[in-house]
């Protein structure tokens, strides 16, 4: 049954007039290959941006950033924190602090450091700063810990040059030192205690957090002694906290807002021949997950014959095409967009029909099964949500949906051990390596996942042989024994790509957005981004 989407959400917006759809407006931005807007280099620098986004989780757990396991921190934090390397927009590993780098074995880095990069209190970043920060967060809590894999040791060769030893080969080892859990950090003021990263960030990045308030603001401003010459380009930015989706998009309308992030997949239609308003749908490796808990109250997911069959009467082709509007795409445990990822379609339960699904229920003695799927409010979880639910009736499953505001969702899901939930929604960051994100599979490494998942050995063999397997033409044939192991736990199902829907004033700013993100960083371009129309 096709599933409707719901445009109510939207109603009170001027100058919607249906959710027939339309031609999505082409932007008027500078095109570059990669990217969905570049900025204008010719327009004068200077300006306040100001931007807007749904939530704000960065100091739910502090201002650390290798504490920082949420995206939406990522997205603020590296605002302020660089990386040695950095993505580009075809996720090839980039020049970041470090300024070039070797390669002497499948186990040895050798960074050289860029000259001239200084923390925002003057002080100028060394290999130790580097050495302490990795060595800080081997030793630390947070889940990036895992995701840099296995570094033996990091030492400082000199003041500008670094290296790792790794006790494995560790294929994503680049893409995993691009992100801002794995930022050099200012470790002498850390060590002597004049800096508490968790309530005060001092990076080497573009800007300056002056002011932030909970759910409300962030203000930032730009640093005149940044190590790239013309960077950033304007004088501040305001980041405000919008949960509301049609308040983010009335503050396009009226220009109170030069950028937003939306989510309503519906936003091109609802915002098309808006004067001066341009939104396009960026594309991510992020993908939407089913988690059942195999610890659920009454064992509802114990039995794995359970799982399978919620897994098979799982329609990607129609999640993809109804909640997101056909800008996501189905995937599985590698995200589609990424080189040598498997291919959702051949997946054993893409293939094996609903009554296989139905057989599987009565083989485990299950009748009449009801559960409840815990769901963020979050545009467009909710829609993929819906399209679940109306999936399992097709086998006989009853689902209610829960939608919470993100806080609750994350208290209910992640507070306690074991987790007393039934299913739940969420979506990983896919990163920038097909393999990477899978490690969340993995709960004696992902110990948020404690509560509702069993570890599965042999399906961790696997992950740590998509870990360690280098490029090359072996590389799909064993991402592919990835995907089919992860589809067989189904303790989480992965599901569809996440799209980002952009919307910006192109008579107000001249931003720079990557087509394609696997961090969750629709701001990653903003040190480039140009107000239009300043003397």
Same mark, same amino acid.
């Given at each position: 049954?096709?599933?409707?989407?719901?445009?109510?959400?939207?109603?009170?917006?001027?100058?919607?007039?249906?959710?027939?759809?339309?031609?999505?407006?082409?932007?008027?931005?500078?095109?570059?290959?990669?990217?969905?807007?570049?900025?204008?280099? /010719?327009?004068?620098?200077? $300006?306040?941006?100001?931007?807007?986004?749904?939530?704000?989780?960065?100091?739910?757990?502090?201002?650390?950033?290798?504490?920082?396991?949420?995206?939406? %921190?990522?997205?603020? !934090?590296?605002?302020?924190?660089?990386?040695? @390397?950095?993505?580009?927009?075809?996720?090839?590993?980039?020049?970041?602090?470090?300024?070039?780098?070797?390669?002497?074995?499948?186990?040895?880095?050798?960074?050289?450091?860029?000259?001239?990069?200084?923390?925002?209190?003057?002080?100028?970043?060394? /290999?130790?700063?580097?050495?302490? %920060?990795?060595?800080?967060?081997?030793?630390?809590?947070?889940?990036?810990?895992?995701?840099?894999?296995?570094?033996? %040791?990091?030492?400082?060769?000199?003041?500008?040059?670094?290296?790792?030893?790794?006790? /494995?080969?560790?294929?994503?080892?680049?893409?995993?030192?691009?992100?801002?859990?794995?930022? @050099?950090?200012?470790?002498t003021e850390i060590e002597n205690g004049s800096v508490d990263p968790a309530k005060t960030m001092l990076g080497t990045g573009p800007f300056v957090d002056t002011f932030h308030r909970q759910d409300v603001l962030w203000r930032f401003k730009r640093r005149p002694d940044y190590w790239a010459p013309?960077?950033?380009?304007?004088?501040?930015?305001?980041?405000?906290?919008?949960?509301?989706?049609?308040?983010?998009?009335?503050?396009?309308?009226?220009?109170?807002?030069?950028?937003?992030?939306?989510?309503?997949?519906?936003?091109?239609?609802?915002?098309?021949?808006?004067?001066?308003?341009?939104?396009?749908?960026?594309?991510?490796?992020?993908?939407?997950?089913? !988690?059942?808990?195999?610890?659920?109250? $009454?064992?509802?997911?114990?039995?794995?014959?359970?799982?399978?069959?919620?897994?098979?009467? !799982?329609?990607?082709?129609?999640?993809a095409e109804v909640a997101t509007n056909g800008l996501g795409k189905p995937t599985g445990v590698t995200p589609v967009d990424l080189p040598d990822a498997c291919d959702p379609a051949t997946l054993p339960s893409a293939t094996a029909g609903l009554d296989r699904a139905r057989q599987l229920l009565a083989e485990a003695g299950v009748r009449d099964l009801k559960f409840v799927i815990t769901a963020y409010a979050t545009e467009p979880a909710p829609a993929v949500a819906q399209v679940i639910q109306q999936n399992l009736a097709r086998i006989g499953i009853e689902v209610t949906i829960e939608q919470l505001d993100e806080g609750s969702w994350a208290g209910k899901v992640y507070g306690s051990v074991p987790a007393g939930f039934d299913a739940a929604l969420s979506w990983f960051a896919g990163y920038a390596g097909a393999g990477m994100v899978a490690k969340w599979w993995n709960p004696e490494q992902a110990a948020f996942n404690l509560g509702f998942m069993k570890p599965n050995p042999e399906l961790n063999r696997v992950i740590d042989k998509a870990a360690t397997e280098p490029d090359g033409p072996n590389r799909a044939p064993v991402l592919r024994e990835l995907c089919t192991a992860v589809d067989e736990d189904a303790q989480m199902i992965p599901l569809v790509t996440r799209p980002v829907l952009v919307g910006y004033r192109n008579d107000s700013v001249s931003p720079t957005v990557y087509a394609t993100e696997g961090y969750g960083n629709a701001f990653r371009g903003l040190a480039d981004f140009r107000l239009v129309g300043r003397p």
């Open positions: 049954m096709r599933i409707r989407r719901f445009c109510t959400a939207l109603a009170v917006v001027p100058l919607v007039a249906s959710c027939a759809a339309q031609a999505v407006p082409e932007p008027t931005a500078t095109q570059v290959p990669g990217y969905l807007a570049a900025a204008d280099g /010719a327009l004068p620098p200077g $300006g306040t941006v100001e931007l807007q986004m749904p939530v704000d989780t960065g100091a739910a757990g502090g201002l650390d950033p290798q504490l920082a396991d949420v995206a939406v %921190s990522w997205q603020l !934090m590296s605002l302020v924190y660089e990386t040695l @390397v950095t993505v580009g927009p075809d996720f090839e590993p980039l020049p970041g602090l470090a300024q070039r780098w070797e390669t002497p074995s499948p186990t040895e880095y050798v960074f050289h450091l860029r000259p001239g990069v200084t923390f925002s209190n003057g002080r100028a970043m060394t /290999a130790a700063d580097v050495v302490g %920060s990795v060595n800080r967060l081997l030793a630390g809590e947070g889940v990036w810990r895992t995701q840099i894999g296995p570094v033996e %040791s990091v030492t400082a060769l000199d003041p500008a040059t670094v290296r790792f030893k790794l006790s /494995a080969p560790y294929t994503p080892f680049l893409s995993a030192l691009a992100n801002t859990p794995a930022a @050099v950090l200012p470790m013309g960077k950033p380009a304007v004088d501040a930015v305001n980041i405000s906290i919008v949960p509301q989706e049609p308040t983010r998009i009335a503050s396009l309308q009226n220009n109170s807002a030069n950028l937003a992030v939306l989510g309503n997949v519906d936003a091109p239609q609802v915002l098309a021949g808006v004067r001066g308003v341009t939104v396009r749908a960026q594309s991510t490796t992020d993908f939407y997950y089913l !988690m059942l808990n195999s610890n659920a109250p $009454g064992g509802k997911f114990a039995d794995p014959r359970v799982r399978t069959a919620i897994n098979i009467a !799982m329609d990607r082709a129609q999640i």
